[in-house]
C-alpha cells in the first residue's frame, strides 16, 4: 500500500522537472519577489496597517504585474532587459507597499 503512493509521487516529481529545470534563474527570482510582495500585503490586510481600498489598489497592481510577468515570459525566453524593466517594476511595487503599511492610516 505504502508502495505505490511513493510511486505515484516520483513519477509527478520527474514529470515536474523539466518544468522546473526550463524557469531560468531570473523568472525564479521574479516569482520568489512576486510571492514575497504578496506576502506582505496579506500581512498588511492581517495586522490593519493596509485599509480595505489600499490593499485593492495594491492587489489590483500586483495582478497587473503579474500579467506583465506572464506577456514576458509567453516565448519562454526573459531577455536581460525585460528582467530588468520587471526588476524596476517590482521594486517600485515594494516601495508602494512599504509606504501604503507605513502611512499611518488603519483599518
Same mark, same amino acid.
Given at each position: 500500500m505504502t508502495f505505490l503512493p511513493r510511486l505515484l509521487a516520483a513519477a509527478i516529481g520527474? +514529470?515536474?522537472?523539466?518544468? +522546473?529545470?526550463? +524557469?531560468?534563474?531570473? @523568472?525564479?527570482?521574479?516569482?520568489?519577489?512576486?510571492?514575497r510582495q504578496e506576502q506582505r500585503i496579506d500581512?498588511?490586510?492581517?495586522?490593519?496597517?493596509? @485599509?480595505? +481600498?489600499?490593499a485593492t489598489r495594491l492587489q489590483n497592481r500586483e495582478t497587473r504585474l503579474d500579467n506583465r510577468t506572464d506577456k514576458a515570459l509567453s516565448d519562454g525566453h526573459l531577455s536581460s532587459g525585460e528582467f530588468v524593466r520587471l526588476n524596476r517594476a517590482y521594486d517600485r511595487e515594494s516601495g508602494l507597499i512599504y509606504r501604503q503599511k507605513h502611512d499611518g492610516q488603519t483599518q
Open positions: 520527474l +514529470a515536474l522537472l523539466p518544468t +522546473a529545470a526550463s +524557469a531560468g534563474p531570473r @523568472t525564479q527570482w521574479l516569482n520568489g519577489r512576486e510571492a500581512q498588511g490586510i492581517a495586522s490593519g496597517s493596509l @485599509t480595505g +481600498a489600499e
